[in-house]
């Protein structure tokens, strides 16, 4: 069965007391294929961006299509979007770990940086 995933993101302004802080552009993206982890792969990236966005920015809505119809009336089209969205969803939760670390390090580094810098760039060896 070929599984196609449309996602779509509309267009958006970011607005904070009458001022107009961003603009966000509509954006489109799809996958078309026959191997579900590809297919998974695709949606855990894209759940991934829905949930770092920037203030008041739309996230992705997702359309998916079995064999080019969005209801094929079969019931094996609900079990494979069912496996398939829980494939995406521990792809997107290993992605968000691993955003989670290299944020972390990524802040200790500054902090060990900051640290050097209040004291004359001297580190002390104990």
Same mark, same amino acid.
């Given at each position: 069965m070929i599984v196609t995933i449309l996602a779509y993101k509309s267009d958006g302004?970011?607005?904070c007391h009458g001022c107009v802080m961003a603009?966000?552009?509509?954006?489109?993206?799809?996958?078309?294929?026959?191997?579900?982890? #590809?297919?998974?792969? &695709?949606?855990?990236g894209l759940m991934f961006d829905n949930k770092h966005l920037d203030t008041n920015e739309g996230g992705y809505e &997702?359309? &998916?299509? &079995?064999?080019g119809e969005e209801n094929n009336g079969e019931w094996d089209?609900?079990?494979?979007?069912?496996?398939?969205? #829980?494939?995406?969803?521990a792809l997107y939760n290993l992605k968000e770990i691993d955003f989670q670390r290299k944020d972390?390090?990524?802040?200790?580094?500054?902090?060990?940086?900051?640290g050097q810098e209040a004291n004359g760039g001297i580190v002390s060896i104990q």
């Open positions: 302004v970011d607005v603009h966000y552009s509509s954006d489109f993206q799809w996958k078309s294929s026959m191997d579900r982890g #590809e297919i998974a792969e &695709f949606l855990a &997702f359309t &998916f299509l &079995f064999n089209s609900a079990v494979l979007r069912s496996e398939i969205e #829980e494939k995406a969803t972390a390090e990524s802040k200790k580094r500054s902090a060990d940086n900051v």
